[in-house]
């Protein structure tokens, strides 16, 4: 059975993309070679040859406003359909902490996929995964759940349930937690955002709003 990852990050396959991160660790779980592609930085054509060549196309994306990046939503518009034994799922990374962010994409790429004609794996969504690309080591846990994951899945040709569910803690913050995140803000931005605008000088320009239309 050949499995094929699509990263769906416009960064493309380097050290600095999540998507790439939790790819790789997903693929190294496995014993049989599972190539990871960058739908962003390769070619389309070739990426549909390996997607009709493939039994298995797994997709990991990060969310990027409510969604997933546009050209990856594009490129998966042009998807060639089943052959009749395919399957894919998904699996959309996000940076708030809730599930419940990527919630209506899941169910879209789900709908979607189904009507192509393959067999649906799932829609699965992680949140918190804004540090995996800054500080990879701390997400180490994350990678060998992913490893895990990847290795169940060529045992199965599944995603594992308690892995869905596992990851998609929590779906919903609290009111407790959504005060205490609230109230972290300025301190998470004296200590980490303002320091990264100030060493690349955009800290003056941080309200700027070029697309507000002026009166
Ligand atoms: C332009 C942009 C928009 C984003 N929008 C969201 C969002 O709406 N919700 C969310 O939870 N995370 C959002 N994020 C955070 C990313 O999902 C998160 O950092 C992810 O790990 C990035 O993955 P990548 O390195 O594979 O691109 C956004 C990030 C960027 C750069």
């Not at 693929?27 to 599972?34: E, K, L, V, Y």
């Not at 799922?89 to 996000?94: H, L, N, S, T, V």
Request: charged residues 20%.
């Amino acid at each position: 059975m050949k499995t094929i990852i699509l990263n769906g990050s416009p960064k493309g396959n380097v050290e600095n993309c999540g998507s790439y991160i939790l790819a790789r660790a997903f693929a190294n779980g496995m014993s049989t070679p599972c190539e990871v592609f960058s739908i962003a930085k390769e070619n389309r054509e070739s990426l549909m040859e390996a997607i009709r060549n493939a039994d298995n196309v797994i997709v990991i994306t990060p969310n990027y406003i409510h969604s997933i990046p546009a050209g990856t939503l594009d490129f998966l518009y042009a998807l060639p359909p089943s052959k009749g034994n395919q399957t894919i799922g998904f699996i959309i990374q996000a940076g708030y902490p809730e599930s419940s962010e990527s919630a209506i994409i899941c169910r879209y790429l789900e709908r979607f996929a189904k009507r192509l004609g393959y067999t649906v794996l799932g829609a699965i969504a992680k949140g918190e995964c804004a540090g995996l690309a800054i500080v990879p080591e701390r997400f180490k846990k994350l990678q060998n759940d992913f490893s895990e994951f990847g290795a169940l899945f060529e045992q199965t040709g599944r995603f594992d349930e308690s892995f869905i569910s596992k990851f998609a803690k929590p779906v919903c913050l609290t009111k407790f937690q959504t005060r205490m995140l609230n109230a972290s803000v300025p301190i998470s931005n004296y200590l980490g955002w303002n320091k990264i605008l100030k060493t690349n000088n955009c800290y003056e320009k941080r309200f700027d709003m070029p697309y507000l239309e002026k009166n």
